[in-house]
């Protein structure tokens, strides 16, 4: 049976934040975990393809303002333009900052473009839901929604490469 007494030692050579005389590996660029370094994105890249996204989301929620819509349609861009511009801030954020984009926040945009292609389609004139009321803002959704996906895809699949191929130090013990 171990002694321990369930109270922290400060003692305890895991514990240690690379200062400790039986850790020589140093302590440039490393966080306390030790898992990741302190900045794995360096040259902030990724930041032109959230800050893409971001300007596709404003250009919708312009749009919904500018154009004369439908309800139903002015709704539904009005929050799919929140939502795609949110996104693309908060992953620019992020990256701008020398981290690693959100992979979530990445299929989110994805998923949304998605559905800023497939609304028109399902909700449109002959179902009874949302009616275009003018062809620039069927085109509008349908192109910005093609391009927040395909920018949402491939944001997504560079940062999870990126984060894969980050150089990982080993914890000491």
């Known amino acids: 049976m171990s ?8 003692d305890t050579p895991w514990r240690e934040d690379g ?4 850790d020589t590996r140093g302590d440039e660029g490393v966080t306390g975990g030790d ?4 900045e794995p ?3 902030e890249r990724g930041t032109r393809l959230s800050a893409a996204i971001a300007l596709l989301g ?3 929620l312009g749009q919904a303002f500018v154009l004369e819509l439908a309800a139903g349609q002015f709704w539904n861009d009005v929050f799919v333009g929140a939502t795609l511009l949110i996104t693309g801030a908060y992953n620019y954020a992020r990256r701008a900052n020398g981290d690693f984009g959100s992979t979530g926040v990445a299929v989110l945009a994805a998923l949304v473009g998605l559905w800023l292609v497939a ?3 399902l909700l449109g004139a002959g179902s009874g839901g949302v009616e275009t009321t003018s062809d620039p803002g069927f085109w509008t959704d349908i192109v910005a929604g093609l391009l927040a996906a395909g920018l949402g895809t491939y944001s997504a699949v560079r940062i999870r490469s990126r984060r894969r191929a980050v150089d990982v130090r080993p914890t000491a013990t």
């Open 41 to 43: 994105n360096p040259g």
């Open 3 to 10: 002694e321990y007494d369930g109270t922290e030692n400060p």
């Open 58 to 60: 404003l250009a919708v």
């Open 35 to 38: 898992k990741t370094p302190f």
């Open 19 to 22: 200062t400790g005389k039986h």
């Open 119 to 121: 609304a028109p389609f």
